[in-house]
Nanobody, 115 residues
Framework: QVQLVESGGGLVQPGGSLRLSCAASGSIFSNYAMGWYRQSPGRQRELVASITSGRVIKYADPVKGRFTIFRDNAKKTVYLQLNSLKLEDTAVYYC?????????WGQGTQVTVSS
């Protein structure tokens, strides 16, 4: 089993940057595909970015060129670098770890983009 803890959210002005972290414990992190999702009020949770154990990366169209996902297996951590933030990026950001039939979620971290 994997426990996931996100951090790094906060309040930032449009055009600003944040780096989110998701620290894992309890299992072989390197085997897991990791993803960042977000959910804003009244909307469904959506995939933002994902990275497989083999470091294949995918991004949702709204964040391409602005967000970067990367992982450090030695630290059992996956990161999401958020640049050029927009008002519509405001959401709770969750990380998810998946390995075979097993999937685990963190508790989320709030990102608020506001002037």
């Amino acid at each position: 089993q994997v426990q996931l803890v996100e951090s790094g959210g906060g309040l930032v002005q449009p055009g600003g940057s944040l780096r989110l972290s998701c620290a894992a414990s309890g299992s072989i992190f390197s085997n897991y595909a990791m993803g960042w999702y977000r959910q804003s009020p009244g909307r469904q949770r959506e995939l933002v970015a994902s990275i497989t154990s083999g470091r294949v990366i995918k991004y949702a169209d709204p964040v391409k060129g602005r967000f970067t996902i990367f992982r450090d297996n030695a630290k059992k951590t996956v990161y999401l670098q958020l640049n050029s933030l927009k008002l519509e990026d405001t959401a709770v950001y969750y990380c998810r770890g998946t390995y075979g039939p097993n999937s685990y979620w963190g508790q989320g971290t709030q990102v608020t983009v506001s002037s």
